[in-house]
C-alpha cells in the first residue's frame, strides 16, 4: 500500500534557524527553498494514491513537469530522525559491511564526503569499501557489478552519474539484492528527490538550491545588468538543474540579461579562459554566476587579469562556500556562495544506511540545509558577507569531525 503523509494546504514552509517558518501568500518568503513544494507535494500524493506504488517511477503533471515526492517539511523530520539516531545510538545490533559505489574520489567534494562515509562508518565499527567509477558510466556499471559479486555487502551508498542509466543500473544489479541502498547528490529514475524502493536520498544541489543562489545574484541587479553563467558538463543531471535555474531566473528579474551561457567541466583553468573570452566579446559583463567554487577561482582569476575589480566591478556568485571561499566572502571578492554538504552528505547518508539496516529506514529524501551544520549557524544554506562569520566549511579546509 501507498502511504501518504502529506496535508493539503495554502502555505508554503521555509527552512530557517530554529524550525519552520509557515509563509502565507501575504508574506515574501527568505528564502526560495520550499515556496511551491508544499502544494507540489501534495498534488504529487495525490497522483501516486492514483497510479500505486512504483520502484522508480515518476511523478509528474499532465504537462510533464516533474514533482518532489518529499515535502520540506518532512524533509525537515526526515532530517531530525537521521540527526536524532546518530546523536542518541552508540552502538549497532551487529557488525555491518558496506559498500560505497562513488562518481570520484579525486576532487574537494568527492574526497570531504568520503571522509564523512569513513567516520560515520568507524564510529559504528561497520566495515567499508569505496568503488570509483571515475565519471563513467561503463565504469560505474562494472563496479556495481563487482561489489554485488562479492556477495558480503549488507548495505550499499549508491552515487548515480546520470538518473536514467544509474536508474536501471540500481533496478537490475541492486534491486534484487534485497540489500538496503541510500543514494547522494543526484536523483534519479525521473524524481526530483526520492526514488521509492531506495532507503532515502540526500541532496544539496538539486533545483531548489541552484535557483536559490540564481534568484538572489539576478535580484542583485537593480538596473539592467549583463551576465555570464558559468556551469558544468554538458548533458549532465546537474547542468539541467542549473541552465533550469538560470531560465527561471531571467523570468523573475528582468534586469538580469544573460550575454554568455558557458560550461566548463568544473575545472577553474577552462573557467578561466571561458571568463576571458566572454569579457572581451561582453566587457560590459557585471554579474557572474557559477554552480561551483573551483571555477570561480579561475573566474576570479580572469577578472582580475582583464583589469576588472572581482566581487565590486563584476560580482561573483557561486556554490560550495567551502573554506577559500570563506576567505573571499570576507575580502569582497565574492559575494555569495551556495553551502554544499559533502562531509555531511557523506556522514548522514552513512547513518541512514545504518538506520535501514537496522530496520529503520527513513524512506525519503533529506535535504542537506536542514542538517545541523546549516541550521546550528546561518539557518540558510546562502552565504553572503552579512552571516559567512557564524559559517564554518567541512571542506576546502580544515575537516571537521563530529
Not at 72 to 79: G, H, L, R, Y
Amino acid at each position: 500500500m501507498h502511504h501518504c503523509i502529506v496535508e493539503l494546504t495554502k502555505k508554503s514552509f521555509i527552512p530557517t534557524k530554529g524550525g519552520i517558518i509557515s509563509n502565507s501568500n501575504s508574506v515574501k518568503p527568505k528564502s526560495f527553498r520550499s515556496a511551491q513544494v508544499g502544494l507540489l507535494g501534495a498534488i504529487g500524493c495525490l497522483l501516486a494514491l492514483v497510479s500505486g506504488p512504483v520502484i522508480g517511477g515518476s511523478l509528474s503533471t499532465p504537462d510533464g513537469k516533474m514533482l518532489p515526492r518529499t515535502t520540506s517539511e518532512q524533509a525537515k523530520a526526515n532530517a531530525d530522525r537521521v540527526v536524532n539516531f546518530s546523536r542518541t545510538v552508540t552502538e549497532l545490533s551487529r557488525t555491518y559491511t558496506i559498500s560505497y559505489l562513488t562518481e570520484c574520489v579525486d576532487n574537494p567534494y568527492c574526497v570531504a564526503r568520503l571522509q564523512g562515509i569513513q567516520d560515520a562508518a568507524d564510529k559504528y565499527g561497520m566495515t567499508l569499501k569505496t568503488f570509483d567509477s571515475a565519471w563513467s558510466l561503463t565504469a560505474q556499471t562494472r563496479t556495481a557489478e563487482m561489489a554485488v559479486a562479492e556477495g558480503v555487502f549488507d548495505g550499499y551508498i549508491f552515487g548515480p552519474l546520470a538518473p536514467e542509466p544509474s536508474c536501471k543500473l540500481w533496478q537490475r544489479v541492486l534491486v534484487p539484492t534485497g540489500k538496503p541502498v541510500v543514494t547522494v547528490t543526484v536523483p534519479m529514475c525521473g524524481d526530483t528527490d526520492w526514488t521509492p524502493g531506495t532507503a532515502a536520498q540526500f541532496q544539496q544541489q538539486g533545483e531548489v538550491h541552484y535557483q536559490e543562489l540564481v534568484d538572489y545574484a539576478f535580484a542583485s541587479c537593480e538596473s539592467e545588468c549583463e551576465v555570464l553563467a558559468v556551469g558544468g558538463f554538458v548533458g549532465s543531471q546537474l547542468q539541467n538543474y542549473w541552465e533550469g535555474a538560470v531560465a527561471r531566473g531571467l523570468e523573475k528579474y528582468p534586469n538580469a540579461k544573460v550575454v554568455v551561457q558557458e560550461t566548463a567541466n568544473f575545472d577553474p583553468r577552462m573557467a578561466y579562459k571561458k571568463t576571458q573570452d566572454a569579457l572581451v566579446y561582453k566587457p560590459n559583463i557585471s554579474v557572474v554566476v557559477s554552480n561551483w567554487d573551483d571555477m570561480s577561482r579561475g573566474i576570479e582569476a580572469a577578472i582580475t587579469s582583464s583589469g576588472y575589480k572581482p566581487g565590486v566591478d563584476i560580482r561573483i556568485y557561486s556554490a560550495g562556500a567551502n573554506q577559500g571561499s570563506v576567505e573571499k566572502l570576507i575580502a569582497g571578492t565574492m559575494n555569495a556562495s551556495l553551502a554544499l554538504l559533502p562531509y555531511d552528505e557523506g556522514y548522514y547518508a552513512t547513518i541512514a544506511l545504518a538506520m535501514a539496516m537496522e530496520g529503520d529506514p527513513i524512506n525519503g529524501h533529506v535535504d542537506e540545509s536542514w542538517l545541523p551544520l546549516v541550521q546550528d549557524s546561518t539557518g540558510t544554506p546562502l552565504i553572503t558577507p552579512e552571516n559567512v562569520d557564524v559559517w564554518r566549511p567541512r571542506f576546502g579546509g580544515s575537516i571537521f569531525k563530529y
